[in-house]
């Protein structure tokens, strides 16, 4: 295997370096390791979840890879973001990951010996360390030591050029593929590396009490957020790119926080809500109008919320925008009670579409009954709502997507499981079907929800979900 570093990623551009600033760089560098580094607290969770993994595979090597650099243009990088599943098994926070690590599972005779393999990007003896612009320290940063990768996160770490002392020797050999091209390349497809793929994935099914705690860090981040983009409507109203306006008071809030965001935030408004995921806000933020704005932060440990309100965007809504909302609140009420351990994960779409089935034969526009759409062979309600009403939430927006169907979308709740009940109506300006006032508004409300041993908890409960409390609420932080 090969690893950047040691020849330094350099540009057409850079400078050249002389002999004698080569010979000065060696030299005079005082000593920079941390002695105030302590155990972080996801070391004894993340530590579990390595065991039941080690358990799930005896016998078989395991590569989990944190990931590369993904390039933007030329010798620009997106932000490095690590894979989810080497997230769970490491715990570690968004600036202590080192691109190209890798987490080996070595099989022993009584389980596995799990070492942190990492590029050494801190050795001053390569010219990396002041020459490449990707991983250099005088470029990116310092990183965490080998030491003290292992005092924080109380796991084994080694210099990556190691691994293959490892990995060149023959044993059967999974590894969790898509996320390190070299990796995938370098190493033969074993059968049984899909295997490991869905059991990383249905590992995070259930979160532990760490993961809950994060959760809700991340749902207050959220909640801090949506109070700001409301504060923000008098500016985004007057100006020509309103939801640009939203969209950036948003993101200012997580950046200052410390955090991320765990999906490009979606505000939309007017008809744009009509568009599922409007990510281009780049739209007028009209008084009269309502703003759809589905937004998540994902805070250090990468958790992430995934929250949406539909808000008028001057404070009050119209007679035809309540009479969807409410609908929609009706469904999502519904939905939320079929959230308990035990119960079917698709109770909770049912619930939601029965509602919206019957609001949409109420006013008048399915050409068969409520009862007749909701036949899982006729669904034409769903013209005006065709997502589905939730998904798992967690390290990723889209939790465990890689988990079997009867582990989750046909599968049953559990304590622990946290997801989003989201359902949505959405009437196109150009819809002929509905009356004109109602052409235009999307409406959708989402929160993150956490399955208990008494059936649920709303995580993201204090941000106001019926109309009247949205008045108030938005007229409270007007004032
Ligand atoms: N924000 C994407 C979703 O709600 O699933
Ligand atoms: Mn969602
Ligand atoms: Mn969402």
New binding site residues.
């Given amino acids: 295997m090969t690893f950047d570093g040691e020849k330094p990623v350099t540009t057409s551009y850079d400078l050249p370096v002389t002999e004698p600033l080569r010979a000065l760089m060696r030299r005079g560098w005082g000593e920079r390791e941390s002695e105030i580094i302590t155990a972080h607290e996801s070391a004894p969770w993340s530590a579990s979840r390595r065991a039941s993994v080690s358990a799930r595979f005896p016998g078989k090597r395991l590569l989990i890879p944190a990931g590369r650099f993904k390039v933007r243009n030329n010798d620009c990088d997106y932000t490095f973001r690590a894979n989810s599943a080497f997230i769970h098994l490491t715990g570690m926070v968004a600036g202590d990951i080192v691109p190209e690590s890798i987490l080996l599972f070595e099989p022993t005779p009584t389980g596995h010996e799990v070492a942190l393999f990492v590029h050494p990007k801190n050795d001053r003896n390569l010219e990396s360390f002041y020459r490449d612009r990707r991983h250099g320290e005088f470029w990116v940063g310092r990183y965490l030591s080998l030491a003290e990768i292992k005092k924080k996160y109380q796991i084994n770490a080694r210099n990556i050029r190691e691994l293959d002392e490892f990995i060149l020797s023959k044993k059967e050999t999974l590894v969790h593929r898509g996320e390190d091209p070299d990796l995938d390349n370098n190493i033969p497809a074993h059968e049984k590396d899909g295997e490991l793929t869905v059991a990383l994935s249905e590992l995070r099914l259930k979160k532990d009490e760490f993961e809950i705690g994060e959760m809700r860090k991340a749902v207050q981040a959220t909640i801090r957020g949506f109070a700001d983009v409301v504060k923000s409507l008098p500016e985004a109203m007057a100006h020509p790119r309103g939801e640009r306006v939203i969209d950036g008071t948003f993101y200012k809030r997580a950046r200052t926080d410390g955090n991320e965001l765990g999906?490009n935030t979606?505000a939309a408004a007017g008809a744009h809500a009509c568009v599922l995921?409007w990510i281009r806000n780049d739209g007028p933020a009209l008084s009269g109008d309502l703003l759809l704005l589905?937004a998540?932060v994902e805070v250090e440990s990468h958790y992430t919320a995934?929250i949406?309100r539909t808000l008028p965007i001057n404070g009050k809504f119209t007679a035809a925008q309540r009479t969807i909302y409410e609908i929609v609140l009706t469904a999502q009420e519904a939905g939320i009670r079929a959230v308990k351990p035990g119960a079917k994960y698709r109770d909770i779409n049912n619930a939601c579409m029965k509602v919206l089935a019957e609001g949409l034969s109420r006013i008048g526009v399915l050409p068969v009954s409520a009862e007749e759409s909701i036949d899982p062979n006729v669904g034409v309600h769903r013209r005006w709502s065709v997502h589905a009403s939730g998904?798992m939430l967690g390290i990723d927006?889209?939790d465990c997507a890689k988990a079997r169907g009867e582990q989750y979308l046909d599968g049953e709740l559990a304590v622990g499981h946290v997801l989003?009940v989201?359902p949505g109506l959405y009437i196109q300006p150009d819809d002929l079907l509905f009356p004109e006032e109602f052409r235009g508004i999307g409406i959708r409300i989402?929160d993150d929800v956490l399955v208990t041993e008494d059936g649920v908890e709303v995580l993201s409960r204090e941000l106001p979900r019926d109309p009247d409390s949205i008045e108030s609420w938005m007229a409270s932080l007007l004032q």
């Fill in positions: 999906y979606i995921h589905d998540g995934d949406t998904h927006v889209h989003t989201e989402e």
